[in-house]
């Protein structure tokens, strides 16, 4: 997945960026962090990984999603003294031994390491994106996701306490005051259906299936209706909780 980088310098950056992403913004030397900007309604606008240099921010997102989510940052920005822009370096991943430069994927050891500089390329490979339940852009994250469901304090991608973020109260209800019934979880499949196809169980219901590699998927599953064998188009889906 091609990956763009946007760049925020000025002396409000931080408290500016801060108010806005699920997760606490970090300081120069403490590596990448994972985060999501929100609707005020709690649904998934875009998620990204953050890096502090010495004077700026550099966010880390998918190249697709870049310019609304910079779009989405100028309408924030009212008088705060934030320049927003593209940071012309490349995003590379790799694995094995980490290069001087690099850094560590905050989501799971198991996700490569990335380099910023000239360059650029790598992919995360869909098995192990599915055998850890990595959720990407545009496939399990979409404008209907609640990112709570999609695994984000797993993955380390919300902090709930940082204070105030767009959308936390939305957050910070599904997480203190309800069980989630709904999620994201690594299923098994056999067989193959296309990525969006709904799963059901006994005529009911249960979610749908999407990235799928070596025999298992990523699914969005009602957690009570999944307790026995499933059906997602052509494909057997069986969940073991």
């Known amino acids: 997945m091609t990956r763009t980088l946007i760049r925020l310098t000025g002396p409000d950056a931080h408290d500016f960026l801060d108010g806005l992403v699920t997760n606490r913004v970090p300081a120069p030397g ?47 920005k009212l008088r705060a003294k934030v320049e927003i822009a593209e940071d012309p370096r490349g995003v590379t991943l790799g694995t094995g031994p980490m290069p001087e430069g690099s850094l560590a994927d905050p989501r799971h050891a198991a996700l490569p390491w990335r380099l910023y500089g000239e ?55 599904m997480k203190h005051k309800t069980e989630l019934r709904k999620g994201l979880a690594t299923v098994e499949v056999d067989g193959s259906a296309p990525v969006g196809t709904g799963i059901t169980a006994d005529g009911k219901a249960v979610g749908t299936l999407y990235t799928q590699a070596e025999g298992r998927g990523i699914a969005h599953l009602r957690f009570d209706r999944a307790t026995g064998p499933m059906q997602a188009g052509d494909a057997a889906v069986t969940w073991r909780g």
């Open 119 to 173: 360059g650029g390329g790598g992919e995360i490979d869909d098995a192990l994106r599915v055998a850890h339940c990595i959720p990407q852009t545009g496939i399990e994250l979409t404008p209907d996701t609640y990112i709570l469901e999609a695994g984000f304090e797993r993955l380390h991608g919300v902090d709930f306490r940082k204070g105030c973020f767009v959308g936390q109260e939305i957050v910070a209800r």
């Open 30 to 76: 403490e590596g990448l962090r994972y985060a999501a900007l929100l609707t005020p309604q709690g649904k998934f606008i875009a998620d990204f990984l953050l890096m502090a240099e010495e004077d700026a921010l550099v966010i880390d997102v998918d190249a697709g999603h870049a310019p609304p989510l910079a779009q989405r940052l100028s309408l924030y």
